[in-house]
């Protein structure tokens, strides 16, 4: 069998265009390579900053998700839903022990909290697209619904979004 395929296209091309605001991080960066700790079987959420979000927002939502899994539909690797206005940072392994009020759904390896990177060996990098969304509004999803379940909802609730991206090849 061979993964020889094009490679996906830009999941956020697809959803209606919003603002962008900025976020960092302290353990990746975008277009490098993940570091050890965020890849499977190490599962260590990387920490995240963000800012020049819109005044208006009323909660946010974390997410990290691979387009290029050989799927058809990705792969969620995080989805963390309504952390409170006031969060604007998240230390490393946050998705060990998540703020308060916020609610971590199951990724798609079966377990809740961040799944670290495991691409199939010998295919191409991997894009791990970790987005802060603002929300106009907390996101009501059971803790038991799907990533895709709170994916469609974080559309109709996002205000603006900011991404980093960075990659991984298991060689």
């Known amino acids: 069998m061979t993964l020889d ?11 209606p265009r919003i603002p962008s605001f900025e976020v960092t991080s302290t353990d990746v960066v975008d277009g490098e390579t993940l570091p050890q700790p965020q890849v499977a079987p190490n599962d260590v959420s ?23 899994a050989p799927t058809g539909s990705g792969f969620w690797h995080w989805m963390l839903l309504n952390l409170d206005a006031s969060v604007t940072e998240l230390p490393t ?8 009020g916020a609610v971590q759904l199951r990724n798609d390896g079966g377990k809740v909290g961040y799944m670290g990177a495991a691409p199939p060996a010998g295919d191409y990098p991997h ?4 987005a802060v969304h603002a929300l106009r509004q907390k996101v009501e999803v ?5 990533n895709a379940v709170g994916s469609f909802n974080l559309t109709f609730a996002v205000l603006a979004r900011g991404l ?3 990659v991984y090849r298991n060689a």
Not at 7 to 15: G, I, K, M, R, S
Not at 127 to 130: A, E, L, M, P, S
Request: glycine share 4%; aromatic share 16%.
């Open 142 to 146: 059971p803790p038991d619904a799907s």
């Open 46 to 68: 990387p920490q995240l900053s963000w800012s020049g979000f819109p005044d208006e927002t009323a909660a946010f939502a974390v997410t990290c998700f691979d387009p290029d």
């Open 5 to 15: 395929r094009p490679q996906a296209p830009w999941p956020y091309d697809f959803l």
């Open 164 to 166: 980093i991206t960075p």
């Open 127 to 130: 894009r791990y697209i970790f």
């Open 93 to 100: 392994g946050a998705a060990d022990a998540p703020p308060a």
